[in-house]
Each structure stands twice: as structure tokens, then as C-alpha cells.
């Protein structure tokens, strides 16, 4: 398990990546073309960490609903996860729609559409594609067993850990011997993850350095009013709505922050939420929550429950159309939300997802012109790391919060581990 709180200051991790954060940051400043050269070493990091995921994810599912009860307890979990996204996720849009409305980022922009690169747009999409609810569905069944696995999808690695679960949880104290073998093949699989975290300070420095170097700090001012609405609202959702919802469950969300600090700077750094999600699996389970519900709740978090996300749409949406002068009546307001509602799932897990679910957005309402997004490419990379710590809080908590609503939560020891790491 994850213990470092017992190291020397300079030996913890949290401090290794704040220092490598502040040595990219540095470079990429004052030398951006030896800045960029050093993305590798981010992009092998985050491969490294992707490496594992689907294993560790795997096990995890397969052993948690072994150790259950039956598969109505399954199915109670599942949908109370669901019931759960599917209301923090809509307050999170409402809030982005509200700051936006208030704030105006857009307004005074007078962008003219037709002047706009779209090639531009779609060159940074690339071949991600839009997905239909229906193929997104489709989408979760891999082609193969193994497929889900190279593939690397979580919802498809999840969909063939629940079959394997439920399939061992049938065959009783027969399937004890394979389950004796995953239970040691997830302690070398954590082992493993610690050996690849030893080089978290480098990946680090090397995504920090290429962001800087390539896209600039410079590259934030022109449009400081939407950076400060985004991470305004971010920082708002997480204290206030998070906040509000760790209360009732009887935790305080500073304290679980303070908990996580390690994972929340390595998503921040890299910009990718997958690099913390183990590390976050095993945190939950190390603050009391069962295993079977962080193995179910946490990975499908990861696709469904994206709360950074549906901020950066509401925003982003609102944003282009005060930029362009586009004007929309309330009952056009109203379709864009049920639109995003409906595309932030639809586009859950492709690649670029929530650029290209703005687009999907965009395309579907036909009200505020897509070109707008070329607007956004510039700080793309800057919204991504507050995107990407937003939704990695708002697991966490979801892990939590359906741990405690399930009765699976040791709450003592959840007090206990978090009053802890605050002393």
C-alpha cells in the first residue's frame, strides 16, 4: 500500500514532482525549443502508467465482486454509481452555464467566423470520431478478449472484468484457486506501479517543460478572462458542490485533497487523469472504502463521471458564442444543455474526447458556429490540466460517497487516515 508519510520531506513524492513541475516550467520559459525536445520523457511516462492500468483495473473488478454476496449487489452499486454521476455531472454543467453567463469570457472578442482556421480545428482533432449513443454502447463490447486489453479502453476492460467476476462469483469455491492467483498477481502489479513511480519526477518535468515550450505562457493572456472563468469554476465545483457533498458523507474535501496531493500534481503536470487512476484505486481502499466498490465505481468514473469536462463544455460553449455574437434565445440555451448532457457521454473514452464532444456540441445545435473553437486551440493544454484534476477529484469522491451510501466504508478509519496526512 501507499505510505509515505513517514518518509523525510525531501524524499516524498508530492515534493519531487513540485520541484521537477517548477524545473519544467523554468526551461520551457527560457528555452522553448530544448523545452519541446523533452516530451518524450513525458509521453514514456504516461505510457509506462497506461501499461498497468488495465491489469490493475482487471484484477481488481474480477476480486471485489468475487468477494461479494451476489449479483444483485452488483447491480446496486452500479446503478447507485450511475445515479450518482448522472447528478453531479448536470450540476457541473449548470455551474459552467451559470460563470459563463455571469462572467461573459467572450465578450468584446468580435471574432468573425468566417476569418477563423477550421482546418485547423480538425487537424487537431484529428481522425477521433463522433459517436452515437448507440455506438458508444456497442463501443464498451471489445472484439475479443484479449482486444479489450491491447486495446486499452477501461470500459471495455471493465465490461470483461464484470463477466469474469460474476462468471467466478457462479462457480463458488471452485474458481478459490484463481482467485488465490489474482489476489498475488494484483500485489505484483502494485509493486510494479511503485517501481514505474520512481520516475514520476521525471515524466513530470518532461510534460511540464513541453507544455511551456510549445504552447507558452504568452499563450494565456489574450485570453485570461476564459483561463480564470475555467479554473475559477473548477476550484468553485471542487470546495463548494464537492465540498458540500463530502460534508453529508463526513469527510472534509481540503483534508481529501491533502490526501491525494501526489496524484492531483502528476495530472496536473501531465495533463491526463489515467496516471493517477491505481494510485487513486488504492488511496480509497487505504481510507477504508471496500474493494468492490472502488473497483466498480473509480474506472467507470473515469469514462462517465467527468465533471472538468462538463465545466470546460458549458464554458466553452458559451464562451464562442458571446466571442462571435452569437446570440442564443432560452429555448436554444436549453437544447445546448440537454445536447451536452447527452454528447458528454456519447464521446466518453475517444481520444481528445472533450474537444471533440465542444464539436460534436457545436455541430449538433447548429447555432454557434464551429470555427469558433479555433479560438480555444491555443490554451487547449492549459484547460486539459484543469479538466484533467477535476475529474480525478470528483472520482475520488464518488468512490467515497457510494462506499458510504452502500455501507461499505469503514468511516472511522476513513477519519482516522485523513486526520492524519492533516497533522
Known amino acids: 500500500m501507499i505510505n509515505e508519510r513517514r518518509r523525510p520531506v525531501y ?26 525536445q523533452m516530451k518524450p520523457l513525458g509521453d514514456g511516462f504516461i505510457k509506462l502508467i497506461r501499461m498497468v492500468i488495465a491489469p490493475i483495473v482487471f484484477v481488481t473488478v474480477v476480486s471485489g465482486i468475487y468477494k461479494m454476496q451476489s449479483t444483485k449487489e452488483v447491480g446496486r452499486i452500479g446503478v447507485r454509481a450511475i445515479v450518482y454521476f448522472e447528478v453531479v455531472s448536470t450540476l457541473a454543467l449548470l455551474l459552467g452555464l451559470a460563470v459563463a453567463l455571469l462572467v461573459q469570457p467572450g465578450a468584446g472578442i468580435h471574432a468573425d467566423p468566417a476569418s477563423l482556421d477550421v482546418k485547423a ?7 477521433a470520431s463522433k459517436q452515437t449513443a448507440t455506438e458508444f454502447l456497442l463501443n464498451i463490447i471489445p472484439s475479443t478478449l484479449v482486444g479489450a ?12 472484468a464484470i463477466l469474469t467476476g460474476l462468471a467466478l462469483l457462479k462457480a463458488g469455491e471452485r474458481a478459490r484457486p484463481l482467485m488465490h492467483l489474482l489476489d498475488q498477481a494484483s500485489a505484483v502489479l502494485f509493486a510494479l506501479l511503485g517501481l514505474i513511480m520512481t520516475l514520476a519526477a521525471i515524466g513530470t518535468f518532461g510534460a511540464m517543460a513541453f507544455t511551456v515550450g510549445a504552447f507558452g505562457l504568452g499563450a494565456l493572456a489574450p485570453l485570461a478572462k476564459f483561463v480564470i472563468a475555467m479554473y475559477g469554476t473548477c476550484i468553485l465545483f471542487t470546495l463548494v458542490i464537492l465540498g458540500a457533498v463530502a460534508r453529508m458523507t463526513g469527510f472534509r474535501i481540503l483534508k481529501f485533497i491533502a490526501y491525494i496531493k501526489d496524484e492531483i500534481l502528476l495530472v496536473l503536470a501531465t495533463s491526463s487523469s489515467e496516471v493517477a487512476l491505481p494510485r487513486l484505486m488504492a488511496k480509497l481502499e487505504q481510507l477504508g472504502c471496500r474493494q468492490s466498490v472502488v473497483g466498480l465505481v473509480v474506472p467507470t468514473g473515469y469514462s462517465l463521471n467527468t465533471d472538468g469536462s462538463a465545466i470546460y463544455l458549458s464554458l466553452g460553449v458559451l464562451f464562442i458564442a458571446q466571442a462571435t455574437g452569437t446570440h ?9 444543455f440537454a445536447v451536452m448532457l447527452l454528447m458528454s457521454k456519447g464521446v466518453a473514452g475517444v481520444s481528445g474526447s472533450t474537444f471533440v464532444t465542444l464539436g460534436a456540441t457545436l455541430a449538433s445545435v447548429q447555432t454557434v458556429p464551429v470555427a469558433g473553437m479555433a479560438l480555444l486551440l491555443g490554451i487547449e493544454r492549459f484547460m486539459s490540466m484543469a479538466r484533467a484534476v477535476t475529474n480525478m477529484i470528483g472520482n475520488g469522491v464518488a468512490g467515497i460517497v457510494v462506499a458510504r451510501w452502500d455501507g461499505a466504508l469503514d468511516e472511522k478509519r476513513l477519519k482516522e487516515e485523513l486526520n492524519r496526512e492533516a497533522s
Open 11 to 36: 524524499r516524498q513524492l508530492w515534493v519531487h514532482v513540485l520541484i521537477a513541475m517548477a524545473v519544467g516550467i523554468v526551461l520551457g520559459y527560457l528555452n522553448p525549443d530544448l523545452a519541446k
Open 121 to 127: 480545428v480538425d487537424s487537431y482533432i484529428g481522425g
Open 149 to 160: 486489453f491491447s486495446e486499452g479502453q477501461i470500459l471495455q476492460v471493465m465490461f470483461v
Open 328 to 336: 442564443l434565445t432560452g429555448m436554444e440555451m436549453a437544447t445546448v
